[in-house]
């Protein structure tokens, strides 16, 4: 991929990537780093993650629930499932409500 890909920045609001938010904004706040260094380093890290989640996870899962919603706006399905079942190969995962969003591998526009 060129240097000019464009990557999702939906990890960003996930549990790791908000921990990495709050730690660059301490960072800029104090001094230690400029916003320009930050934002290259959001940018590593949408590639790092995206990455190595279409290289290195190949578990499958099957779901059960209530599909309560679904949306397709610019290329981006977004599920919420309510009392979603997840099955696995060994274990069987259940929760109140969870949204799923689903992008295509690549960002629009790109060949």
């Known amino acids: 991929m060129s240097a000019t890909t464009q990557y999702y920045e939906l990890y960003r609001r996930s549990s790791i990537g908000m921990a990495l938010t709050d730690s660059l904004d301490e960072l800029i706040q104090s001094g230690h780093i400029n ?5 290259r380093v959001l940018t ?9 989640l279409s290289q290195l996870v190949r ?11 679904y949306r397709f706006c610019d290329e981006v399905w977004t599920f919420i499932i309510e009392n979603p079942n997840f ?3 060994q274990e069987s995962v259940s929760a109140d409500k969870v949204k799923i969003v689903a992008c295509n591998a690549k960002r629009p526009g790109e060949q």
Do not use: C, E, R, Y
């Open 35 to 39: 916003p320009q260094l930050a934002m």
């Open 44 to 52: 590593t890290f949408d590639k790092s993650i995206s990455d190595s």
């Open 59 to 69: 578990n499958k899962a099957n779901v059960k629930g209530h599909l309560h919603t």
């Open 87 to 89: 099955k696995f190969d």
